[in-house]
């Protein structure tokens, strides 16, 4: 589960860029109720997700030519120098080198050696999302690479992350789970799933996407198409896990809706 008790790498924010941001914002209000509010005159349009007057993310648009929509999580990196330097070190590469956000917080932009888009977050006056782990916020965040090992290798390096490693039913390969460097199992909050090279390919090299929990995963899934988005996977129970299904945004960003196991 992810907590708003952020430990160095643990999922601490999620971003939408979005190609017609007044689009998403109805999307998404439509499936979790969510508010957008400006984060200020300033910030090129900025504005700040909102379940029950909690902050569970952001979303902006566009901001140059080329730049691709999609959802972006940051990761907590208590000093965003050293964790860029890291990042070069392990095959990654810095896109956006740490930079000031209004004193809220220095932000960098990253790839993993696959190059999966990923970001990092060193808290100045602003810690994250307020609200995670219940209906309509982030509660997992999760990989898919053609080359899990070596994310696990890299993602492992960066961070103080330990893996358990989950047999899929019906053959179908390995699941890695993350959680923060000696604590509880409760405590996880990432997973690495292997794709096909093509599958990651058309990802452009693999792809971070958010997991939100939901109430009812059956009917939160049924609005997806009416509203633009489409299913990818339909709603199935995952022993164990809970149900879920597997979406997209009009944009056609990756993000699964999931309603948990209340016995895992």
């Keep these: 589960m992810i907590t708003t008790d952020y430990r160095p790498g643990s999922p601490c924010w999620i971003e939408l860029s979005a190609s017609n941001l007044d689009r998403s914002l109805a999307f998404y209000r439509g499936l979790f109720g969510w508010e957008a509010e400006s984060a200020g005159p300033d910030t090129g349009g900025y504005m700040l997700l909102k379940s029950k007057g909690r902050t569970v993310g952001g979303a902006g648009p ?11 999580l940051y990761f907590h990196a208590p000093n965003a120098d050293e964790y860029v330097r890291g990042v070069a070190e392990l095959g990654g590469t810095v896109v956006v080198e740490p930079m000031d956000v209004m004193g809220m917080g220095v932000m960098a932009h ?18 994250g999302m307020e609200s995670v782990d219940e209906p309509g916020s982030l509660i997992w965040a999760e990989l898919w690479t053609a080359d899990a090992e070596g994310a696990k290798e ?18 179908a390969g390995t699941y890695l789970t993350a ?45 997806v198409p009416e509203t633009g988005g489409a299913v990818t996977m339909p709603p199935a129970d995952a022993p164990g896990v809970g149900r879920l299904s597997a979406c997209t945004d009009p944009d056609g960003n990756s993000f699964v809706l999931l309603r948990p196991d209340p016995r895992s």
Excluded: N
């Excluded at 990253?110 to 100045?124: E, K, N, S």
């Excluded at 960066?158 to 047999?167: G, Y």
């Design 62 to 72: 566009l901001m140059e030519e080329g730049q691709p929509p999609a959802w972006t």
């Design 110 to 127: 990253c790839t993993d050696p696959q190059g999966v888009q990923f970001a990092l977050w060193q808290p100045l006056s602003f810690p």
């Design 154 to 171: 890299f993602y492992g390096s960066l961070f103080p992350w330990e893996f358990t490693t989950t047999e899929l039913p019906d053959d």
């Design 179 to 223: 959680k923060p460097e000696g604590l509880e199992d409760d405590r996880m909050h990432s997973g690495i799933a292997q794709v096909d090279p093509g599958t990651a390919e058309a990802m452009g090299g693999g792809d971070w996407h958010p997991v939100f929990e939901v109430e009812d995963v059956d009917t939160t899934t049924a609005l």
